[in-house]
T-cell receptor, first 115, second 118 residues
């Protein structure tokens, strides 16, 4: 069965520092991979997605993620965080051949920014 | 503005009451879904629809009902509210990708409904 693990429940980073949020998945083939962000009291917004091709994916708000097949990972990175990046981040996996369009979601990582 | 609109934003129900959470999208998306979000559990799929007249159960469908009479609307009905249904509910939609029949998974989410059952 597919699964998604976000090992860090909370991460605290100083403003201006670099960020990496971890995401590991379990799936028998190459899945579709996504990162979403949820600001407090808001719905989720798509940051970036990977379907195929270049394993380094650029997203909105200066985020990028790298798909590493050998590690079954899709970690999210940002070179310099801003206070406005404080939010909860969700990794999700979709099965390319699943016509039911269901995504499997990680439990989320809450990003806290220190001034 | 184009997007997914959810109403109400907040609701308090008594145990046993029924209600409908509304979801409407104006992007002509074929795929719509309902999730509930609980602390530490991520998002769990309740019901989804791949087009008007077609619905199916997700991971946690018990106690909920849906219908999809139009492309735009996808209401979620709580049949007899229970305290375990206290949660934040999100509706999401997505277009279909090309001719493959697979959704592109670029979901657009509504802003959520915070439901408390007492």
């Amino acid at each position: 069965a597919q699964s998604v693990t976000q090992p860090d429940i909370h991460i605290t980073v100083s403003e201006g520092a670099s960020l990496e949020l971890r995401c590991n998945y379990s799936y028998g083939a190459t899945p579709y991979l996504f990162w979403y962000v949820q600001s407090p009291g808001q719905g989720l917004q798509l940051l970036l997605k990977y379907f195929s091709g270049d394993t380094l994916v650029q997203g909105i708000k200066g985020f990028e993620a790298e798909f590493k097949r050998s590690q079954s990972s899709f970690n999210l990175r940002k070179p310099s965080v801003h206070w406005s990046d404080a939010a909860e981040y969700f990794c999700a996996v979709g099965a390319p051949m699943d016509s039911n369009y269901q995504l499997i979601w990680g439990a989320g990582t809450k990003l806290i920014i220190k001034p | 503005n184009a997007g997914v609109t959810q109403t109400p934003k907040f609701q308090v129900l008594k145990t046993g009451q029924s209600m409908t959470l509304q979801c409407a999208q104006d992007m002509n998306h074929e795929y719509m879904s309902w999730y509930r979000q609980d602390p530490g559990m991520g998002l769990r799929l309740i019901h989804y629809s791949v087009g008007a007249g077609i619905t199916d159960q997700g991971e946690v469908p018990n106690g909920y009902n849906v219908s999809r009479s139009t492309t735009e609307d996808f209401p979620l009905r709580l049949l007899s509210a229970a305290p375990s249904q206290t949660s934040v509910y999100f509706c999401a939609s997505s277009p279909r990708e090309g001719t493959s029949g697979l959704a592109n998974y670029g979901y657009t989410f509504g802003s959520g409904t915070r439901l408390t059952v007492v």
